[in-house]
């Protein structure tokens, strides 16, 4: 880009030179450029169709964007927790406030692929098998994280030690919720030793105890300000958790209407019955008890 006035990004006519364009620099022969930095020619490579549609261009790059972002979710997740966990209550808040951040864009990738119709979807969907979204490890680790647990869930990822190990070490370790309520046992709240000893690879029930615990917590939000911002903190996340979801099965009715997904599952049916799925509970109950 050049800093004469007949390109839109360059400075124009009038600009003192030091700040033109010609002082950017430009050999890159010993140095990272930005696409060697980005390995951009890797990530150009990895975006392959295997048809000639149109459209699967844009499936693509949907969901490459959206691995990208859930890595990210899953890396400040694991942060906040390790944090979480030796009692530090202030630092994760601001990666617990990425996470949410980072969801929102998720969120918005179902606006770009909601642009592809049925027709378009059907050029190419039978040649990708029996690949799903289901199956993104990923994804699978931030359930994990925020504590929605099924051992079955690993089974597409057997084949890959690489990627199975670390989900099982998550599906055997305290969730972001567990390691919550353990903050609330150390701060002399009344956690029952059954939920703080409980088996962590099976989903969390809801305990009338911790819901008396968060409730103290919010009626005296001065005394427990910490607390008190990591479970809104919580809400946030699973606020928008559910929003993914919710546009995900959206956008999956409006393109394939209520066919068997590409994985196995039931497609919409499937979807509709995750929505049922509450990570924190006592959060959500402790409004109504106020």
């Given at each position: 880009?050049?800093g004469g006035?007949g390109?839109?990004?360059?400075?124009?006519?009038?600009?003192?030179?030091?700040?033109?364009?010609?002082?950017?620099?430009?050999?890159?022969s010993?140095?990272?450029?930005?696409?060697?930095?980005l390995?951009?020619?890797?990530?150009r490579?990895?975006?392959?169709?295997?048809?000639?549609a149109h459209?699967e261009?844009l499936?693509?790059?949907?969901?490459?964007?959206?691995?990208?972002w859930?890595?990210?979710?899953?890396?400040?997740?694991?942060a906040?927790?390790?944090?979480?966990?030796?009692?530090?209550?202030?630092?994760?808040l601001?990666?617990?406030?990425?996470?949410?951040?980072?969801?929102e864009?998720?969120t918005?990738?179902?606006?770009?692929?909601?642009?592809?119709?049925?027709?378009?979807?059907?050029?190419?969907?039978s040649?990708?098998?029996?690949?799903?979204?289901?199956?993104?490890?990923?994804?699978?680790?931030?359930?994990?994280?925020?504590?929605?647990?099924?051992?079955?869930?690993?089974?597409?990822?057997?084949?890959?030690p690489?990627?199975?190990?670390?989900?099982l070490?998550?599906?055997?370790?305290?969730?972001?919720?567990?390691?919550a309520?353990?903050?609330?046992a150390?701060?002399?709240?009344n956690v029952?030793?059954?939920?703080?000893?409980?088996?962590?690879s099976?989903?969390y029930?809801?305990?009338?105890a911790?819901?008396?615990?968060?409730?103290?917590?919010?009626?005296?939000?001065?005394?427990?300000?910490?607390l008190?911002?990591?479970?809104?903190?919580l809400?946030?996340?699973e606020?928008?958790f559910?929003r993914w979801?919710f546009?995900?099965?959206?956008?999956?009715?409006?393109?394939?209407?209520?066919?068997?997904?590409?994985?196995?599952?039931?497609?919409?049916?499937?979807l509709?019955?995750?929505?049922?799925?509450?990570?924190?509970p006592e959060?959500?109950d402790v409004?109504?008890?106020?």
């Amino acid at each position: 880009m050049s800093g004469g006035s007949g390109c839109p990004f360059g400075p124009g006519e009038g600009v003192p030179a030091e700040h033109s364009a010609e002082q950017a620099h430009r050999d890159f022969s010993r140095s990272l450029s930005y696409g060697d930095y980005l390995h951009l020619d890797e990530l150009r490579s990895a975006h392959q169709p295997v048809t000639e549609a149109h459209d699967e261009h844009l499936f693509i790059a949907i969901h490459h964007v959206s691995e990208v972002w859930l890595s990210l979710i899953v890396r400040e997740l694991q942060a906040a927790m390790a944090l979480l966990e030796g009692g530090i209550t202030d630092a994760p808040l601001k990666m617990l406030t990425r996470v949410v951040r980072a969801q929102e864009q998720l969120t918005a990738a179902w606006d770009v692929l909601r642009t592809m119709t049925p027709a378009d979807y059907l050029q190419f969907r039978s040649a990708f098998g029996q690949a799903s979204g289901f199956q993104s490890q990923n994804y699978r680790m931030v359930e994990f994280l925020l504590g929605n647990r099924n051992p079955t869930l690993l089974g597409p990822h057997a084949h890959r030690p690489d990627l199975h190990g670390p989900l099982l070490a998550a599906l055997h370790a305290p969730s972001v919720y567990d390691l919550a309520l353990r903050l609330l046992a150390a701060r002399g709240l009344n956690v029952p030793a059954e939920v703080l000893g409980r088996d962590v690879s099976r989903p969390y029930v809801a305990d009338p105890a911790v819901l008396d615990a968060w409730l103290t917590v919010y009626r005296d939000t001065g005394r427990y300000w910490d607390l008190y911002e990591l479970a809104e903190k919580l809400v946030d996340v699973e606020d928008n958790f559910r929003r993914w979801r919710f546009n995900h099965l959206t956008t999956v009715e409006r393109t394939i209407g209520f066919r068997r997904g590409s994985g196995g599952t039931s497609g919409v049916g499937y979807l509709r019955g995750a929505l049922d799925t509450v990570l924190f509970p006592e959060l959500w109950d402790v409004r109504t008890h106020l």
